[in-house]
């Protein structure tokens, strides 16, 4: 079965499936292996079957089922060297072979798939996105960035489908109730992407091809699906794209599966 499903997306935990039919990988797995061994078999797939997880970043809502998955299953997991290191305060230990490091901005292959990382800017040792190529398309997760760079769009830019971070609305961030340094710190360039922002990224990917475009990350406190949702609509109707017609537009749950391709 190939497909392109978010398991679990938000401030509690997140992670993510992508499968050519023959590979099967997960992006993080920051909720319990229990919890995403359950989400697996409602899409039809055993841990067993998991090829890989690659690892955005060594936070805890993404990381937090990856050592048991790992030693329970045999699944190497997939990270920069740095962010590895930091990751196993909290997974544990893992076997060393199933311990596989990269250089952020570098591409390899798991299976049939190719995996392009790209560098994000998140307050964390090494953050990465991933693009994955097969079937002759790209598809893309892209979370955990306080800003757009030059190197996410380079690596977003093909990409049929997107998973995107609408983590935020500014107001109710600025209005609610965090602790002045915690807001400063999702407002910065190393932070989150805001609502706004995240529809401005949508609204290019979609003018570079991209047909399926779908919101994840989304803060517990400090947003809502239907605010998040209508902020790129809007940003959509505003450049003239059409949600149904030029591009399909999705929230992600953030406890539920989400069929993006």
Same mark, same amino acid.
């Given at each position: 079965?190939? %497909?392109?499903?978010?398991? !679990? &997306?938000? +401030?509690?935990?997140?992670?993510?499936?992508? /499968?050519? #039919?023959? *590979?099967?990988?997960?992006?993080?797995?920051?909720?319990?292996?229990?919890?995403?061994?359950?989400?697996?078999?409602?899409?039809?797939?055993?841990?067993?079957?998991?090829?890989?997880?690659?690892?955005?970043?060594?936070?805890?809502?993404?990381?937090?089922?990856?050592?048991?998955?790992?030693?329970?299953?045999?699944?190497?997991?997939?990270?920069?060297?740095?962010?590895?290191?930091?990751?196993?305060?909290?997974?544990?230990?893992?076997?060393?072979?199933?311990?596989?490091?990269?250089?952020?901005?570098?591409?390899?292959?798991? %299976?049939?798939?190719?995996? !392009? &990382?790209? +560098?994000?800017?998140?307050?964390?040792?090494? /953050?990465? #996105?991933? *693009?994955?190529?097969?079937?002759?398309?790209?598809?893309?997760?892209?979370?955990?960035?306080?800003?757009?760079?030059?190197?996410?769009?380079?690596?977003?830019?093909?990409?049929?489908?997107?998973?995107?971070?609408?983590?935020?609305?500014?107001?109710?961030?600025?209005?609610?109730?965090?602790?002045?340094?915690?807001?400063?710190?999702?407002?910065?360039?190393?932070?989150?992407?805001?609502?706004?922002?995240?529809?401005?990224?949508?609204?290019?990917?979609?003018?570079?091809?991209?047909?399926?475009?779908?919101?994840?990350?989304?803060?517990?406190?400090?947003?809502?699906?239907?605010?998040?949702?209508?902020?790129?609509?809007?940003?959509?109707?505003?450049?003239?794209?059409?949600?149904?017609?030029?591009?399909?537009?999705?929230?992600?749950?953030?406890?539920?599966?989400?069929?993006?391709?």
């Amino acid at each position: 079965m190939s %497909g392109f499903y978010t398991l !679990f &997306s938000g +401030s509690s935990g997140n992670c993510t499936f992508i /499968s050519d #039919g023959r *590979t099967n990988l997960l992006v993080d797995a920051g909720v319990s292996a229990a919890r995403i061994a359950e989400a697996l078999a409602k899409i039809g797939i055993h841990p067993s079957e998991i090829h890989g997880i690659l690892v955005t970043h060594e936070h805890r809502d993404h990381i937090l089922g990856v050592g048991t998955l790992s030693r329970n299953y045999s699944i190497p997991v997939y990270a920069t060297s740095a962010t590895m290191e930091k990751a196993m305060t909290v997974t544990g230990w893992i076997f060393d072979d199933n311990i596989h490091v990269f250089n952020a901005n570098e591409k390899f292959g798991v %299976g049939d798939i190719e995996v !392009f &990382s790209f +560098s994000t800017s998140h307050d964390a040792v090494d /953050s990465v #996105g991933y *693009t994955f190529r097969f079937g002759g398309n790209y598809y893309s997760v892209a979370t955990d960035m306080g800003c757009v760079t030059d190197v996410v769009l380079k690596h977003l830019c093909k990409s049929k489908a997107v998973l995107i971070e609408s983590n935020h609305d500014v107001e109710m961030l600025k209005n609610g109730p965090y602790p002045y340094h915690l807001k400063q710190r999702i407002l910065g360039r190393r932070g989150h992407l805001s609502n706004e922002h995240a529809s401005l990224l949508a609204a290019q990917l979609v003018k570079w091809g991209a047909e399926n475009i779908v919101l994840g990350h989304l803060s517990e406190k400090n947003n809502t699906p239907d605010i998040a949702y209508n902020t790129t609509a809007e940003c959509f109707a505003a450049n003239d794209i059409k949600i149904g017609k030029d591009v399909n537009l999705t929230v992600a749950p953030a406890d539920g599966i989400c069929h993006i391709v």
